[in-house]
């Protein structure tokens, strides 16, 4: 297993269930984390709870290009080229295509496809510099099954997929690793707007699947998993 020991990692979507669970892992095992959300009360109780430095947090809108600029530049001056590009910023809007708005499908490509394309194109050409790193994405399973109501969601969790895809073809010169986690329920904040029923009680639990990313950081650079799948025992939708 790789150390964790003073790797710079950058999480975004740290403020969520399963983010604060992973910053608590990483942070445990000695790797210097920068963690980023929209929230700024929320990004600012995270970081007294877990006593992170103030100076390795940024509240912003991972669908905001300049406020992924603003990003890059501060984890630059604040720690260099990261070792590994966590993106765990993500929004479900899970409805049926009769009540499904143009608004909220341009809103879920916004939020989930556009910011992770951001967050990565501000950090890649440092670490294509340092030809070497760990990116790694939580399409979750309804990146790869499709289910009815995930109209917005798949469109733009398939796309992460796909153009995660690419990118690794881009990097076959460089040591940069790629991986797509495919999540199955997860019980967490994410479900509280989602209009739907579900058995919490049967989901994986935050800290199991922050626990995943974890381990997926640790994985030896000669290799690279580079798709993971975790689901639920009771709900094996792959
Ligand atoms: N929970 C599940 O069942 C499940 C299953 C498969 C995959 N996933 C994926 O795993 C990821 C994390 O999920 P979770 O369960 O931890 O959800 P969560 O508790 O709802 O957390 C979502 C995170 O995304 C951030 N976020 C949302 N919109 C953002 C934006 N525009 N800019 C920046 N940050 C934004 C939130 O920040 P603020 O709170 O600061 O706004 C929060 O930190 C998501 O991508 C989700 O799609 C979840």
């Known amino acids: 297993m ?5 790797k710079k990692v950058v999480v975004a979507g740290a403020t969520g269930g399963i983010g604060r669970q992973l910053v608590k892992l990483l942070q445990q095992s000695g790797a210097e984390v920068f963690v980023t959300g929209r929230d700024q009360v929320k990004l600012d109780a995270l970081v007294s709870d877990l006593g992170l430095s103030p100076t390795h947090a940024m509240a912003a809108d991972i669908s905001n290009e300049s406020d992924m600029q603003m990003l890059g530049s501060r984890v630059s001056a604040e720690m260099g080229t990261p070792d590994i590009l966590i ?4 929004i479900g809007i899970i409805k049926s295509m009769d009540h499904l708005t143009l608004a909220e499908f341009t809103q879920s490509l916004n939020t989930n496809l556009v ?5 990565v194109k501000m950090f890649l050409p440092a670490m294509k510099e340092s030809k070497k790193g760990l990116i790694v994405n939580v399409p979750g399973v309804l990146g790869k099954v499709p289910m009815a109501g995930a109209a917005a969601y ?5 796309g992460i997929v796909g153009m995660m895809q690419s990118i690794r073809e881009e990097l076959k010169r460089t040591e940069i690793r790629i991986t797509n986690l495919f999540l199955g329920g997860v019980d967490s904040p994410f479900w509280d707007t989602i209009d739907l029923k579900v058995q919490k009680d049967k989901m994986i639990r935050e800290e199991e699947a922050a626990r995943s990313i974890w381990f997926l ?3 030896p650079a000669s ?3 580079s798709e993971m799948v975790l689901q639920p025992f009771n709900h094996q939708a792959i």
């Open 154 to 158: 798949s469109a733009s969790k398939y």
């Open 223 to 225: 290799g690279v998993v």
């Open 217 to 219: 950081c640790q994985q």
């Open 87 to 90: 993106n765990l910023a993500g």
């Open 2 to 6: 790789e150390k964790l020991t003073a």
């Open 115 to 119: 910011g992770s394309f951001l967050f």
